[in-house]
C-alpha cells in the first residue's frame, strides 16, 4: 500500500488567511503540528540554533511529527563541499537533539557549483560515516542531472530532490536514491511567491499519494503566505480517483 506522504511548508510561520484552520491555542509551532505532519527547518542555513531550541521544538510537536532540517550554508556555500568537517561536526550535533522526530536533511548547493566527482565522493562519505539518517540533495547546476551522478547518490543513499521551478528538465522528478522521494515547490511562475493552481494541486496530491516510498512534498512559496494553503490542499491519505499519475511532478503550473 501507497505510504502516507509527509506535507508541510519550509517553516511554520500561519498566515493571517489561514489562521482559522489552525488551533487557537499554543505557539505557531504547536499549532501547525496539529494541522501537518512535517516541516523543513530553513533557519538552520543561516545560523546554529541552540540545543535548548531543538529540545522545546521537538517536545512541541505530536509524536509522529517529523522535521526536516537544511544543511548549514558554511558547508555547501562558503566551503562548497570541501574541508567541512568541523562545521558538519556542528551542525549534527545540533540536530540530533530532535531526537526521533529528526526527518531528512535538506543539501541544497549552490547553482554555480559545478559536479566533481572527487569532491563529492569525498564529503559523501565523510557524510555517511556521520549520519545515517535520510538525506536529501537539492542540486542546481545542470552538470548533476545525469545518470553518472545518479548512481553516486545511490551508492550514499542520497535522494535527489524534484524541483519546481526545475533548472532542467530533470530536475522535476526524484532521482537518486528511490526509497526516499523529496519534493520542494518554490513557487511558479515567481519564485517562492506564486501560488499553485488547483489542477496542478489535485495532481500533485494523486501523484505523491500513489508512491509506496517514503515521501516529502514540502512548498517553499512563503512569502505571501501560499504555501500553507497549498500544504493543506495536499495533505491526504488516499489517492483521489479518476486522477491520472505522472513519473514527475504534474506539469506546468500556469
Given amino acids: 500500500m501507497p505510504k502516507t506522504p509527509r506535507v508541510g511548508t519550509a517553516g511554520w510561520s500561519i498566515p493571517a488567511a489561514q489562521a482559522d484552520r489552525f488551533p487557537v491555542e499554543g505557539s505557531h509551532l504547536q499549532r501547525y503540528s496539529q494541522r501537518l505532519p512535517a516541516v523543513e527547518i530553513n533557519s538552520s542555513f543561516y545560523r546554529p540554533h541552540r540545543a535548548s531550541t ?16 537544511k544543511i548549514s550554508k558554511e558547508v555547501t ?17 545540533e540536530v540530533r537533539l530532535l531526537g526521533p522526530k529528526l526527518g ?7 547553482p554555480s557549483l559545478v559536479f566533481h566527482q572527487d569532491l563529492v565522493a ?30 553516486v547518490l545511490v551508492e ?3 535522494a535527489r530532490v ?32 506564486s501560488p499553485y493552481p488547483q489542477a496542478f494541486l489535485d495532481r500533485l496530491r494523486h501523484r505523491l499519494s500513489s508512491l509506496n516510498v517514503e515521501v516529502w512534498c514540502i512548498f517553499d512559496n512563503t512569502a505571501e503566505g501560499a504555501a500553507t494553503h ?25
Avoid at 562548497?80 to 561536526?89: G, H, K
Avoid at 564529503?123 to 542531472?145: I, K, M, N, Q, V
Avoid at 493543506?232 to 513519473?247: I, R
Wanted: hydrophobic residues 40%; contains cysteine; glycine residues 6%.
Fill in 104 to 110: 531528512p536533511l535538506l543539501i541544497q548547493l549552490p
Fill in 77 to 93: 556555500h562558503t566551503r562548497r563541499l570541501a574541508n567541512t568537517a568541523e562545521p558538519l561536526a556542528r551542525f549534527l550535533e
Fill in 54 to 69: 531543538y529540545k522545546r521544538w521537538a517536545a512541541s510537536v505530536p509524536p509522529d511529527f517529523r522535521f526536516a532540517v
Fill in 230 to 254: 497549498d500544504a493543506l490542499a495536499v495533505k491526504t491519505e488516499t489517492v483521489c480517483p479518476g486522477v491520472g499519475v505522472s513519473p514527475g511532478l504534474p506539469g506546468p503550473a500556469a
Fill in 162 to 193: 524534484a524541483a519546481d521551478p526545475a533548472p532542467v528538465p530533470r530536475a522535476a522528478e526524484p532521482g537518486g536514491w528511490q526509497a526516499l522521494n523529496y519534493f520542494r515547490l518554490h513557487g511558479s511562475p515567481r519564485m517562492y511567491y
Fill in 122 to 151: 569525498d564529503f559523501l562519505r565523510y557524510l555517511r560515516t556521520s549520519f545515517a539518517g535520510d538525506l536529501a540533495c537539492e542540486p542546481r547546476h545542470p552538470s548533476w542531472f545525469t545518470d553518472e551522478v545518479d548512481a
Fill in 156 to 158: 550514499h543513499r542520497i
